[in-house]
């Protein structure tokens, strides 16, 4: 498929405008607090024999409107999960506000309804109710995402099990700055909602979503956040923001500042066999500590012309004040188990960055009864490393190593969507346009490696299709992405057509959601695409030691992944069931340098096939004042691989389980206890030689009515956050242990005035390219 073909379905796709002569029936539903109710079943049907005529699913503003294509009076029915079931007769027109009441047979005897965290099926995946819970009082958005089911908090950020990384959106805007969920209070969040199998609207490389919608506060003036946190671990880390907003009829101005500092401290303990025509060991020992401090900005508006209109401008700018990198690098070195060399390395390295700059703008409107948004992001950044490993040989010639790695990118992206209701469903058409341009040197001036110069530019346009249609117990929703992709590689400033790449995808995804008795379901299948990151492409050697280097592979093909998906939701019950089908995978991998074959060069390779099979299931009722949450999972998966020359099977499975505790105290106060476990297996190529055991246990206290908070917490409190991987490559062993200074005390101090959630919706563009960056 061209682009011409593509461009050509797009436009008649935009071009559909049905109007049908029936009778519109429409209203809102709200619950017993007058809050919107999102995602219910609202149903048309004949008075004499209950049979199907029309259907569709309340609105997240709890709107819902379809037609009675006869105009004669018929039976309107709204149901939802938890809710007492409303039959109304109807024939035309505006039904008005329809309120809902809670079922309190559906919740049973242990639920205490002002405490339970309901969690249900929406449209594309589980919605947790936040606002009026237990999960309202956790303190953060990084406590409350810790506690939705299926979610794992990791060093680095969160984890969808058996699914990655998510994307995660705030009021449909991409989070850029991780920091934002540490800032963003759990009081002012209304839901979570978890996207197991994003449909065609998501770039192809999304395997996760997670939604984060807050709560819209009322009223016009000033407002204002102050946030703290201390944490000790082996050292200090400070972090501070300040927020301020003010809102004036439709206008909404904002701005942040924050300041971070911090100190980590890594330990790595690494084994390795190199088999080669000599039989090579390495015992190393390797402890590196950071300092880095940051100073964030940013500053927006948006503006809301009606209820129909609005805009809306955000700049974002972080600079990097500071950033040392000191390590100490121990080596005992062996030739066929005889002592060899004993090398010790004392490296540094200092960053030198510019400000990076996000820009992002937006519009989002009602045309009759369609929605159109359109953003636009523009993103730049530009980091100089400047690096110097001191390495002391005891029995050869000494060696000092220094480097130069400057990278800088550029990005600009946009995307316009429309959606607009068709034969009783609703159809969405969109596109979005995505360049980038990085350039990345790496300069060696002794020359132990070699010198290079490489730029990648890439030019990605992509539209997709979704349509979704009531059905008398659910929904059926499909559509289709399409990608082309221009993939262009430089070396030394010369065009390699070898290495330069096009791509044209077509990625078809299919839903099926519903209700059966008091179980919600979900079946969905899609195909995307995980694309290798920039630094993966990358021709840089990285020198480690004179045994170790690392590099990227520019040959690097992308994966294209089939995911089967499964959801359930019963009372305070879910599960998940998915299978994958991953080609070209792409491993972590270790060859034999040309001439050395005493050194490993570590890199990535493609593979051909990899099945994976996720089973999860959670429960989180409500007792009293207690409120427990309690998942566990596997992810298995098979693979045979040729390596060190033999053929090994990868196919133990890996076990998790979570078992978090809140205890919501008179007197404002929250107690928590969450333990977190994870079993050895096989994930890829590696072979996980330890288990995981995570404890974290916090208070938290409210004072001011509400308007001061303090919190301490325990994080990793009996420090089993490490990990230990088994690898196997070409003609190579390595046994890694890694862990940090992951058991901390942290203080955080909140206080509040007068504050308001800022409504800016834009939800940016460009975001796989620039997380390949």
């Given at each position: 498929?061209?682009?011409?073909?593509?461009?050509?379905?797009?436009?008649?796709?935009?071009?559909?405008?049905?109007?049908?002569?029936?009778?519109?029936?429409?209203?809102?539903?709200?619950?017993?607090?007058?809050?919107?109710?999102?995602?219910?079943?609202?149903?048309?049907?004949?008075?004499?024999?209950?049979?199907?005529?029309?259907?569709?699913?309340?609105?997240?503003?709890?709107?819902?409107?379809?037609?009675?294509?006869?105009?004669?009076?018929?039976?309107?029915?709204?149901?939802?999960?938890?809710?007492?079931?409303?039959?109304?007769?109807?024939?035309?027109?505006?039904?008005?506000?329809?309120?809902?009441?809670?079922?309190?047979?559906?919740?049973?005897?242990?639920?205490?309804?002002?405490?339970?965290?309901?969690?249900?099926?929406?449209?594309e995946g589980l919605i947790t109710n936040v606002e009026g819970s237990?999960?309202?009082?956790?303190?953060?958005?990084?406590?409350?995402?810790?506690?939705?089911?299926?979610?794992?908090?990791?060093?680095?950020?969160?984890?969808?099990?058996?699914?990655?990384?998510?994307?995660?959106?705030?009021?449909?805007?991409?989070?850029?700055?991780?920091?934002?969920?540490?800032?963003?209070?759990?009081?002012d969040i209304k839901s979570v909602e978890v996207i197991h199998n994003?449909?065609?609207?998501?770039?192809?490389?999304?395997?996760?979503?997670?939604?984060?919608?807050?709560?819209?506060?009322?009223?016009?003036?000033?407002?204002?956040?102050?946030?703290?946190?201390?944490?000790?671990?082996?050292?200090?880390?400070?972090?501070?923001?300040?927020?301020?907003?003010?809102?004036?009829?439709?206008?909404?101005?904002?701005?942040?500042?924050?300041?971070?500092?911090?100190?980590?401290?890594?330990?790595?303990?690494?084994?390795?066999?190199?088999?080669?025509?000599?039989?090579?060991?390495?015992?190393?020992?390797?402890?590196?500590?950071?300092?880095?401090?940051?100073?964030?900005?940013?500053?927006?508006?948006?503006?809301?012309?009606?209820?129909?209109?609005?805009?809306?401008?955000?700049?974002?700018?972080?600079?990097?004040?500071?950033?040392?990198?000191?390590?100490?690098?121990?080596?005992?070195?062996?030739?066929?188990?005889?002592?060899?060399?004993?090398?010790?390395?004392?490296?540094?390295?200092?960053?030198?960055?510019?400000?990076?700059?996000?820009?992002?703008?937006?519009?989002?409107?009602?045309?009759?009864?369609?929605?159109?948004?359109?953003?636009?992001?523009?993103?730049?950044?530009?980091?100089?490393?400047?690096?110097?490993?001191?390495?002391?040989?005891?029995?050869?010639?000494?060696?000092?190593?220094?480097?130069?790695?400057?990278?800088?990118?550029?990005?600009?992206?946009?995307?316009?969507?429309?959606?607009?209701?068709?034969?009783?469903?609703?159809?969405?058409?969109?596109?979005?346009?995505?360049?980038?341009?990085?350039?990345?040197?790496?300069?060696?001036p002794e020359g132990y490696v070699p010198t290079s110069y490489s730029?990648?530019?890439?030019?990605?346009?992509?539209?997709?299709?979704?349509?979704?249609?009531?059905?008398?117990?659910?929904?059926?929703?499909?559509?289709?992405?399409?990608?082309?992709?221009?993939?262009?590689?430089?070396?030394?400033?010369?065009?390699?057509?070898?290495?330069?790449?096009?791509?044209?995808?077509?990625?078809?995804?299919?839903?099926?959601?519903?209700?059966?008795?008091?179980?919600?379901?979900?079946?969905?299948?899609?195909?995307?695409?995980?694309?290798?990151?920039?630094?993966?492409?990358?021709?840089?050697?990285?020198?480690?030691?004179?045994?170790?280097?690392?590099?990227?592979?520019?040959?690097?093909?992308?994966?294209?992944?089939?995911?089967?998906?499964?959801?359930?939701?019963?009372?305070?019950?879910?599960?998940?069931?998915?299978?994958?089908?991953?080609?070209?995978?792409?491993?972590?991998?270790?060859?034999?340098?040309?001439?050395?074959?005493?050194?490993?060069?570590?890199?990535?390779?493609?593979?051909?096939?990899?099945?994976?099979?996720?089973?999860?299931?959670?429960?989180?009722?409500?007792?009293?004042?207690?409120?427990?949450?309690?998942?566990?999972?596997?992810?298995?998966?098979?693979?045979?691989?040729?390596?060190?020359?033999?053929?090994?099977?990868?196919?133990?499975?890996?076990?998790?389980?979570?078992?978090?505790?809140?205890?919501?105290?008179?007197?404002?106060?929250?107690?928590?206890?969450?333990?977190?476990?994870?079993?050895?297996?096989?994930?890829?190529?590696?072979?996980?030689?330890?288990?995981?055991?995570?404890?974290?246990?916090?208070?938290?206290?409210?004072?001011?009515?509400?308007?001061?908070?303090?919190?301490?917490?325990?994080?990793?409190?009996?420090?089993?956050?490490?990990?230990?991987?088994?690898?196997?490559?070409?003609?190579?062993?390595?046994?890694?242990?890694?862990?940090?200074?992951?058991?901390?005390?942290?203080?955080?101090?909140?206080?509040?005035?007068?504050?308001?959630?800022?409504?800016?919706?834009?939800?940016?563009?460009?975001?796989?390219?620039?997380?390949?960056?």
């Open positions: 498929m061209n682009i011409r073909k593509a461009i050509f379905a797009l436009s008649v796709a935009l071009g559909i405008s049905v109007s049908l002569q029936a009778q519109t029936v429409s209203g809102r539903l709200v619950d017993e607090e007058s809050r919107p109710m999102a995602f219910a079943n609202v149903v048309i049907l004949s008075p004499e024999d209950s049979s199907y005529i029309a259907g569709t699913v309340s609105r997240e503003d709890g709107t819902f409107s379809l037609n009675n294509s006869s105009g004669q009076e018929r039976l309107l029915r709204v149901s939802s999960v938890g809710y007492v079931t409303i039959y109304k007769r109807c024939s035309g027109g505006d039904m008005g506000v329809i309120g809902m009441k809670t079922d309190e047979n559906v919740l049973g005897e242990v639920v205490v309804k002002s405490q339970l965290p309901v969690t249900r099926l929406g449209d237990v999960l309202s009082r956790m303190g953060t958005a990084n406590d409350v995402l810790a506690r939705i089911p299926g979610l794992q908090r990791k060093k680095d950020g969160f984890e969808v099990f058996g699914k990655g990384t998510p994307l995660i959106y705030i009021n449909g805007r991409k989070l850029r700055d991780k920091e934002e969920l540490a800032q963003l209070s759990s009081e994003p449909g065609a609207r998501y770039d192809a490389s999304v395997g996760a979503v997670v939604r984060i919608r807050t709560v819209k506060r009322q009223g016009d003036g000033f407002g204002f956040r102050l946030s703290g946190d201390y944490n000790q671990s082996e050292n200090t880390d400070l972090n501070g923001q300040a927020d301020v907003n003010y809102r004036h009829g439709g206008l909404d101005v904002f701005g942040m500042v924050g300041i971070a500092r911090y100190v980590t401290r890594a330990y790595d303990r690494l084994e390795q066999q190199t088999f080669a025509d000599t039989l090579w060991t390495q015992r190393n020992n390797y402890r590196n500590d950071t300092d880095a401090r940051t100073l964030r900005g940013r500053v927006g508006f948006n503006y809301d012309f009606n209820d129909r209109h609005s805009i809306g401008v955000r700049y974002d700018i972080v600079k990097t004040l500071r950033r040392h990198d000191n390590g100490t690098f121990k080596s005992d070195v062996q030739a066929f188990g005889e002592p060899y060399d004993v090398l010790s390395s004392a490296t540094s390295m200092r960053s030198d960055a510019k400000p990076t700059h996000s820009l992002n703008a937006y519009y989002a409107g009602k045309i009759g009864k369609g929605e159109l948004e359109w953003d636009a992001d523009y993103y730049s950044s530009d980091n100089t490393d400047r690096s110097q490993n001191l390495e002391n040989s005891a029995e050869h010639d000494d060696r000092t190593v220094t480097s130069e790695n400057v990278v800088s990118n550029k990005l600009a992206a946009t995307k316009l969507s429309f959606t607009h209701p068709l034969w009783g469903g609703s159809a969405s058409v969109g596109g979005e346009y995505t360049f980038t341009d990085r350039h990345d040197d790496y300069i060696n730029r990648i530019r890439e030019h990605n346009l992509a539209a997709y299709v979704q349509y979704s249609h009531p059905l008398p117990f659910g929904q059926v929703s499909a559509g289709v992405r399409y990608e082309h992709v221009d993939f262009d590689y430089f070396d030394n400033g010369t065009f390699m057509p070898s290495q330069s790449r096009t791509y044209d995808n077509l990625f078809p995804n299919v839903s099926l959601s519903g209700q059966l008795g008091k179980v919600q379901f979900q079946l969905s299948y899609a195909a995307r695409t995980q694309r290798p990151s920039y630094s993966q492409l990358s021709n840089n050697v990285l020198y480690a030691n004179r045994f170790t280097w690392q590099t990227g592979n520019p040959r690097l093909k992308p994966t294209i992944t089939h995911d089967i998906t499964a959801v359930a939701a019963w009372r305070f019950m879910q599960a998940m069931v998915s299978y994958k089908l991953n080609r070209d995978y792409i491993f972590y991998w270790g060859t034999t340098v040309e001439g050395q074959s005493a050194v490993t060069l570590l890199n990535r390779i493609n593979h051909g096939r990899l099945p994976q099979l996720t089973v999860f299931v959670s429960a989180s009722p409500t007792i009293g004042l207690w409120n427990p949450s309690i998942g566990a999972g596997m992810l298995k998966q098979w693979l045979t691989m040729t390596a060190a020359g033999e053929e090994r099977r990868y196919n133990k499975p890996v076990f998790m389980a979570q078992w978090n505790n809140v205890f919501n105290l008179p007197a404002g106060f929250v107690v928590n206890a969450d333990f977190n476990y994870q079993s050895r297996g096989n994930v890829q190529n590696l072979e996980m030689k330890d288990e995981h055991y995570v404890l974290n246990i916090g208070v938290r206290k409210s004072l001011l009515n509400d308007a001061l908070s303090l919190e301490l917490r325990g994080n990793d409190l009996l420090h089993r956050m490490k990990d230990g991987t088994l690898m196997y490559f070409e003609r190579a062993m390595m046994y890694d242990k890694s862990w940090s200074d992951t058991r901390s005390v942290t203080l955080t101090v909140r206080y509040k005035f007068n504050t308001a959630r800022s409504k800016y919706r834009g939800t940016g563009a460009g975001h796989d390219a620039r997380g390949r960056m």
